[in-house]
Nanobody, 130 residues
């Protein structure tokens, strides 16, 4: 099992930047694919970005492509979401999620559907003011 704790959320003006971090417990973090999702008030949870267990593959939602970057540091058991050029519509609770564990010999897939993730953090609030 893996436990996830997000941090780095806060209030920022439009056009600003934030970096979210997700720290994972356990010694097998490198065998998990990781993802970020978000949920705005009154809306369903939506996919934001994902990275494969190897870090070789990444996928982004069209709404954040070119502005957000997902990365991972397996030595620190941490996945990051760098968010630049933030817009008011990026306001949401951001959740980190883990999928796996996967064998190191398997394909490095970046998963985009919430049901493919079995572990979730508690979320961190991001508010972008106009």
């Amino acid at each position: 099992q893996v436990q996830l704790v997000e941090s780095g959320g806060g209030l920022v003006q439009a056009g600003g930047s934030l970096r979210l971090s997700c720290a994972a417990s356990g010694r097998t973090f490198s065998s998990y694919a990781m993802g970020w999702f978000r949920q705005a008030p009154g809306k369903e949870r939506e996919f934001v970005a994902a990275i494969s267990w190897s870090g070789s593959n990444t996928v982004y939602a069209d709404s954040v492509k070119g502005r957000f970057t997902i990365s991972r540091d397996n030595a620190k058991n941490t996945v990051y979401l760098q968010m630049n050029s933030l817009k008011p519509e990026d306001t949401a609770v951001y959740y980190c999620a883990a999928s796996g564990p996967y064998s190191g010999s398997g394909p490095p897939i970046a998963y985009t559907r919430s049901y493919e993730y079995g572990y979730w953090g508690q979320g961190t609030q991001v508010t972008v003011s106009s």
